[in-house]
C-alpha cells in the first residue's frame, strides 16, 4: 500500500511542478555559486580577506530575513507569498550584481535583496512537507520523497556548474548574472503555477521568547543542528576556496571548477535516494555519521590533490556528505517539530548560514595565512567535530514547541 501511494504521489502533477520548481531553484544558485570568489577576486578586485567579510555580512543578513520570517511562514503569511517575495528578490539582486562594480554597493545588494531570495530553499521545503503531510497523502514516505526533492535540486547542480563555465566563457560574469535573473524569472513562473495556495496557520503554537530563545532551551535539538551547521562551515570554506585552489594553485581554468562542481551533484542524487531509503527504515542517525565520515576522508585527501582532475574521483566522498547534510538532516529535524514545519525547516536553515558565517569568515581570516591548501586540514577539522558530536550526543527525542526543557520537568 504504502509502495503505491509512493507511485501514485510521483506522478501527480501537483508533486512534478514542486520537482520543476525546485530544479529551477537549483539552478538559479548552481550557475553563480561555483565561480563567486573568482567573480569577487578577478572582476570587483576584492582582496579575499574582504571577500571573506563580505560574504559574511551577506551570510548575516540572510540569518536575520530567515528568523524574523521564520514565525511568519507558520501562521501569518503564506509560503506562496514568501516564494514569490523570494523569486522577485533573486531576480533584482543578480540584476544589480550584472551592472554594479563597487564593492559597498554590492553589498547592500547582497545583504538585502539576494538575503530575501535566500527564503526559497527552506519555504520550499516546508512547503511539500506540508503537502505531504496532508490527509490525502496519508502513508507516503516523507524522507525518500524529500530525497526525491534534494535529487531534483542536485540535477540542476549537476547541469549548472558546467553551462556556468560556457557562458562565463562566452559572456562574461555579466551574461552568467543576467542568465541567473532570467532563471529567477523563470521560478517566478514555476511558484505561481505549481505552488497551491494554502491558508495561513494562526492557530500555530507560539515560540516563547522567539525562535532563537527557544531553540536555546531544547539541547538535543540545539547540538544537533550545532553538528549540522559546522558541516556546513567546512562546505563553505571549501566552495570558496576549491575553485582558487584549481586556477591558481594548480594552474587549472575554469572548466576544471565547473566540472569538479558538476560531479558531485551526480552521485549526489544516488546517494539521496539510497540514503532516504535507509533513513525511512530509522537508520538516520547511522546516515549522518556516514555522512560526516566521508568528509573528513574528502578534506584530507585535497590536501595531497596535484592536479586538477585528481579533485574528480574525490567528488564520490563529498557527494555523500552533502547528502547526508541537505537531504537526510532535513527531515530528520522536521520530525523533531511536528506542526510546525516552517519553524523546523528555519531552525535547520538557520543552523546551515550560521556554519556559512563560520565558514565565510574563517576564509577571511586564514586564506592568506595558510594559503589555499592550508584550508583543507581546518575543513577536515570542522567534519570531523561534526563527525564527533552526532557519535557523542544522545538520541534526540520529538520536542514541542512550548514544552519545558527536560531538566525543568519534575521528577517523577
Not at 9 to 33: K, Y
Request: net charge positive.
Amino acid at each position: 500500500m504504502a509502495a503505491r501511494a509512493q507511485r501514485r504521489l510521483l506522478r501527480a502533477p501537483w508533486f512534478v511542478g514542486l520537482l520543476a520548481t525546485n530544479f529551477v531553484l537549483g539552478l538559479t544558485s548552481s550557475f553563480i555559486a561555483p565561480f563567486g570568489s573568482l567573480w569577487a577576486t578577478q572582476e570587483v578586485g576584492m582582496s579575499q580577506r574582504f571577500l571573506g567579510l563580505f560574504m559574511t555580512i551577506n551570510s548575516l543578513s540572510a540569518i536575520v530575513v530567515s528568523t524574523y520570517c521564520a514565525r511568519w511562514s507558520d501562521s501569518h503569511v503564506s509560503r506562496r507569498s514568501l516564494l514569490i517575495a523570494a523569486a522577485c528578490a533573486g531576480g533584482l539582486g543578480n540584476l544589480g550584481y550584472a551592472f554594479v562594480r563597487e564593492p559597498l554597493l554590492l553589498l547592500a545588494i547582497g545583504s538585502s535583496a539576494l538575503a530575501v531570495a535566500s527564503l526559497g530553499f527552506a519555504q520550499l521545503f516546508a512547503h511539500v512537507r506540508e503537502e505531504l503531510g496532508r490527509p490525502e497523502h496519508e502513508g507516503a514516505d516523507a524522507p525518500f520523497l524529500m530525497g526525491v526533492l534534494r535529487a531534483c535540486y542536485a540535477l540542476a547542480w549537476m547541469i549548472g556548474p558546467n553551462l556556468g563555465a560556457w557562458l562565463k566563457g562566452r559572456f562574461g560574469y555579466r551574461g552568467l548574472f543576467l542568465t541567473t535573473t532570467l532563471f529567477f524569472l523563470v521560478l517566478l513562473g514555476f511558484v505561481l503555477l505549481c505552488v497551491a495556495r494554502r491558508p495561513r496557520n494562526p492557530a500555530a503554537a507560539p515560540v516563547p521568547g522567539g525562535l532563537a530563545a527557544w531553540g536555546l532551551r531544547q539541547p538535543r535539538l540545539l547540538v544537533h543542528c550545532a553538528a549540522f551547521g559546522l558541516m556546513f562551515a567546512a562546505f563553505t570554506l571549501n566552495g570558496l576556496n576549491l575553485p582558487l585552489f584549481l586556477t591558481q594553485t594548480l594552474g587549472g581554468s575554469e572548466s576544471n571548477v565547473g566540472a569538479a562542481f558538476s560531479l558531485s551533484p551526480l552521485f549526489e542524487m544516488v546517494f539521496m535516494v539510497a540514503f532516504g531509503h535507509l533513513a525511512a527504515r530509522g537508520h538516520q542517525r547511522s546516515v549522518i555519521l556516514l555522512g560526516a565520515g566521508s568528509s573528513v576522508a574528502y578534506f584530507i585527501a585535497l590536501r595531497f590533490v596535484t592536479a586538477p582532475w585528481q579533485v574528480y574521483p574525490l567528488q564520490v566522498l563529498n557527494a555523500a556528505a552533502v547528502a547526508v547534510t541537505v537531504s537526510v538532516a532535513i527531515p530528520f529535524v522536521q520530525d523533531l517539530l511536528p506542526g510546525q514545519t516552517g519553524v523546523a525547516t528555519s531552525l535547520y536553515s538557520n543552523a546551515l548560514k550560521a556554519g556559512s558565517l563560520l565558514g565565510f569568515a574563517a576564509f577571511g581570516a586564514l586564506a592568506v595565512v595558510l594559503g589555499n591548501a592550508g584550508l583543507f586540514p581546518v575543513c577536515a577539522g570542522l567534519a570531523a567535530a561534526t563527525l564527533s558530536i552526532v557519535a557523542l550526543a544522545p538520541r534526540p527525542r520529538v520536542a514541542r514547541i512550548g514544552a519545558e526543557p527536560e531538566a525543568k520537568k519534575a521528577p517523577v
